[in-house]
């Protein structure tokens, strides 16, 4: 157990909706990182928040949004939502706001299923 | 661009063999850090190591042992005496240290270990 809490595990929807994905991260880590991996695109980077302030942003698309609230857990929005966005959604956290002197630690992952 | 390759899709091996699992990578940075995370059948990934882009000593882990060749390009993973529980995929990563904690991944190697 890493620690680190993803909800809900699973999640079934129809195209144009939105769902929203919640993680906490570790006991005292400040970073919380959003992931995909899809049979498609493999395990892509979508965005970093560190101590509620985005730090770092990777393949995410505009129909997706995520925030990290003052107690540290995080949101990814989906919006408007489409049968390639079936994927597992993963968390991670860490304590420092750079991956060069830390390691992250990954939730058990949100699978969407858009139908 | 920062780009990981693990040319095996898949691996299969007999118990208690010795399999190494390949791993190259490209960058511009001379600052970065690698990175091996197991995903077994249930999902989670977990984290095996960190290693960065200054440190070329392999190391050692019970079974596991890592090589790191900056003239190659490769960070490769070996597993000793190899046991069922080790089926699972393995994905190699790379992050720059000024690439904002933009971690890219390989597409992973699914290896089998069979009894």
């Known amino acids: 157990d890493s620690g680190v809490t993803q909800t809900p595990k699973h999640l079934i929807t129809a195209t144009g909706q939105r769902v929203t994905l919640r993680c906490s991260p570790r006991s005292g880590d400040l970073s919380v990182y959003w992931y995909q991996q899809s049979l498609d695109q493999g395990l892509q980077f979508l965005i970093q928040y560190y101590n509620g302030e985005e730090r770092a942003k990777g393949n995410i698309l505009e129909r997706f949004s995520a925030q990290q609230f003052p107690d540290l857990h995080s949101e990814l929005n989906l919006s408007s939502l489409e049968l390639g966005d079936s994927a597992l959604y993963f968390c991670?956290?860490?304590?420092?706001?750079?991956?060069?002197?830390?390691?992250?630690?990954f939730g058990p992952g949100t699978r969407l299923t858009v139908l | 661009a920062q780009k990981v390759t693990q040319a095996q899709t898949e691996i299969s091996v007999v118990e208690k063999e010795d399999v190494t699992l390949d791993c190259v990578y490209e960058t511009r940075d001379t600052t970065y850090y690698l990175f091996w995370y197991k995903q077994p059948p249930s999902g989670e990934l977990v984290f095996l190591i960190r290693?960065?882009?200054?440190?070329?000593q392999n190391e050692i882990s019970g079974r596991y042992s890592w090589n790191f060749q900056k003239s190659t390009s490769s960070f490769n993973f070996t597993i000793t005496a190899s046991q069922v529980v080790d089926s699972a995929v393995y994905f190699c990563a790379l992050s720059e240290l000024y690439n904002n904690n933009d971690m890219r991944f390989g597409a992973g190697t699914r290896l089998t270990v069979k009894p």
């Open positions: 290693r960065n882009s200054f440190d070329e």
């Open positions: 991670a956290s860490s304590s420092r706001p750079s991956l060069a002197a830390d390691t992250q630690y």
